[in-house]
Every structure is written in C-alpha cells, then in structure tokens.
C-alpha cells in the first residue's frame, strides 16, 4: 500500500495527446488558460496568479520578488528542505523557527522572539518576511499569523504545498492574505506532474514573479498568451527558466476539475476514518484543527507519544511487513548540515521529529485500506501500553 501516489488516468491521458496532437509543449495556451482556471476556483484576479514550473519555484519567485538580497526570513524549521532551499537561492537567510506540538504549524509566539532577538543585534540581517507552512493542509491560526506579520512589518510567504482545496474560516487559502505558494507534483492535492503557482495580493508582486519565471524576459508572458513571441528581448532583473509547460497545464486543468467532486471529498473521508479508529488508542496523538471539515489533507501524520523511543520505528516496521509504506514528515532543517546541523536547538520541533508518523493517504485507497493500517497500528500500540 503506497503513502502517497499519483491519481491520473484517460482524462489526463487525453489532454496530454490534445497537446501533443497541436504541436507546441512549451509555456502557451494551456499555461494560460490553467493560471486563468486557477484564479477562478480562488476567486482572485487572473492577473495576480502566476503558474510555474514547481512548488520550489514558486517560494523563490515569490521570496526574490520580494525580499532583499541578504535579508532573513522567519520559517518553521519542520517544512520540506525546498522551503530552505528557496530563500537562500534568493540570496536570503532561513531563520529556523518552532512548530506548535499539537498542529506542526508554525509558531509565531517563538517566531516573535526570533525575530525580537534579531532586531536587537544591529550586526544582524534585516528580516522582512516570514514563511508559513500549512502542515498537512491545516492553515492553522494564519489569519492571526497575518495580524502579528503586519505589526511588525513583515510580508507573508504562505507554503501553501499541502493546502491547495483547504479553507481558513470558510475561505479557500490562496484567496486572501499577502502571497501563496502551491505545489502541483505528482502526488499534492491536484497534479501537473510537475508544477505550482504564486498568488498575490499585488499584480505589481505577480507581475514581477511572471517576469523572472521566464528568464527575465519583459513582455513574454504576454506575449506567449497571444501565440507571439519576443524576438528583440529586454532583461534587467535575474530571472529563471520555471514557466510551466502546455504539458503539465494541461494535466492540471484535469486535474483542478476532478478537485472538488473526487479527490477533495475522498481525501477528507480518509482522514476521518483514520480520526474515527485512533481516537482513543493509546499512545497515539492526532493533531489538531479548528477547521477540520475545511482541510483537504495532502498527508495523515500523527504523533507516537511513549516511553519507549523506539516504538514509533516498531510501528514503522510492523507496516512494512504488511506491504504498507510510511513516512516521516519532516526532518527538521535546521538538523541539516547546509542550515545549522542543530544550531540553534529547537526542543519541540526536535521532540516531533521523534514521534512523527504519517500513514498512507490518498484517493485510490478505500475506507477497507484504512481500517487495515489501523488494525496494525492499533495491535502494536495496545501491546506496548
């Protein structure tokens, strides 16, 4: 049984042929029309939307339109490694931060003394932003998150990779707030197999990001929606080569329509049978949402809470004895030798590390798939209470 795992078939097959069949792979008509689908499902303007070619892509984009070279930035330390590796391909410092214990969102109570300590040292870098994660698809407290950011003059970089269908008080993430990350690879919430998009609340900031997705090209963009291209290009500003491609549009425009009537219902269904079954078991701690029936969960991770160090591992192994795959979402950055190995120390974000769990969710598993895991889960765990 897989952790996670693609859910393509003849539709997408088809639009993938429809591409090939006209001629043209690269950024054109497709590209276009999935930004323009995008803005719609989110209700923003067309023009503060920017599809590109990752989720990687889009949290540079959006960090370099943004913060200056050799500012810092305030991010959980427990995110995927590309968040790290996005502001310093900007030119800027991650400056790791804790996570809250019951949900792996970020913190902002210990990002507030971050940020406190390093505005006291004058040798330090000016920070000007602060980069969310949506842990598990819960955007969790970030309405508050955007208070606190505008108190202190920060902007808000949301990594948004595994919240794409998720809502923050009955509104779709992406639709508010200052600039939002998505991921579209192979196994988020909705695919391009390769793929992401910048929204922001500025077409200014969007426009920026548009531009240096195609090497800093000015006008091509535009031009590309036209079916033109720039022959005599101008470039004044550092750009890359992350335009995502007719190909990968046009699996996404699937995708996005198969988003509410299949995939967001079936993975919220998941996680709830995951949540009905593990309630109660011993040793085992779900995490926590005040907006449950409003997540699109891209992952199920729990926390194993024992004495026993290693009875999360056992856990591990007795599912893959069963064929059933696992993960550990994430190693803390800042354990990594490229940011820190350890420095500075982040207690909370450390302890999780340890108990972390998460279990096979995605929509080509049943109801059946999920009480099998937590039959096992459930056997381990009774066993060692």
């Known amino acids: 049984m897989r952790l996670s795992q693609s ?162 008080k009955h509104r779709l993430v992406g639709s508010f707030g200052d600039i939002t990350c998505f991921s579209f690879d192979g196994i988020k919430n909705i695919t391009c197999g390769e793929g992401g998009a910048v929204v922001c609340s500025s077409a200014q900031d969007c426009q920026r990001i ?49 988003l509410l009537p299949e995939f967001a219902p079936k993975r919220k269904a998941l996680a709830a049978r995951y949540c009905q079954n593990l309630q109660d078991v011993p040793h085992c701690s779900l995490l926590h949402s005040h907006e449950q029936d409003d997540i699109v969960p891209h992952i199920f991770a729990l926390r194993i809470v024992a004495q026993q160090p290693a009875l999360r591992d056992s856990l591990r192994q007795a599912l893959a004895a069963a064929g059933i795959e696992s993960g550990i979402h994430y190693k803390p950055c800042h354990l990594l030798a490229r940011f820190g190995k350890g420095t500075p120390a982040l207690p909370v974000t450390e302890m999780l590390y340890s108990q972390l769990i998460s279990l096979p969710l995605h929509p080509n598993l049943s109801l059946e798939d999920i009480d099998q895991v937590c039959t096992i889960l459930k056997t381990v765990l009774l066993r060692a209470r």
């Open 210 to 258: 548009r531009t240096a997705r195609q090497l800093g090209v000015q006008g091509d963009s535009a031009a590309r929606a036209a079916g033109k291209r720039i022959l005599d290009p101008e470039v004044d500003e550092q750009g890359w080569r992350y335009h995502l491609s007719n190909l990968h549009a046009a699996v996404g425009l699937v995708q996005l329509a198969r």
């Open 7 to 168: 859910c393509v078939g003849a539709a997408e097959s088809a639009a993938l042929c429809r591409v090939i069949e006209h001629g043209y792979l690269g950024m054109g008509t497709e590209s276009i029309a999935f930004e323009a689908a995008l803005a719609d499902f989110l209700g923003v303007p067309a023009e503060h939307v920017a599809a590109v070619a990752t989720g990687t892509a889009a949290l540079h984009l959006a960090c370099q339109a943004v913060c200056p070279r050799g500012s810092a930035v305030l991010v959980p330390s427990l995110t995927y490694v590309a968040a790290f590796q996005a502001i310093t391909a900007a030119g800027c410092q991650p400056v790791p931060c804790e996570v809250l214990p019951h949900t792996c969102t970020l913190n902002y109570h210990d990002a507030a003394q971050r940020l406190a300590a390093l505005r006291a040292h004058k040798a330090s870098p000016p920070v000007s932003a602060i980069m969310p994660m949506t842990y598990a698809g819960n955007p969790y407290e970030l309405d508050s998150l955007h208070h606190f950011a505008a108190q202190h003059g920060l902007r808000v970089l949301t990594d948004a990779a595994h919240a794409f269908g998720s809502k923050h």
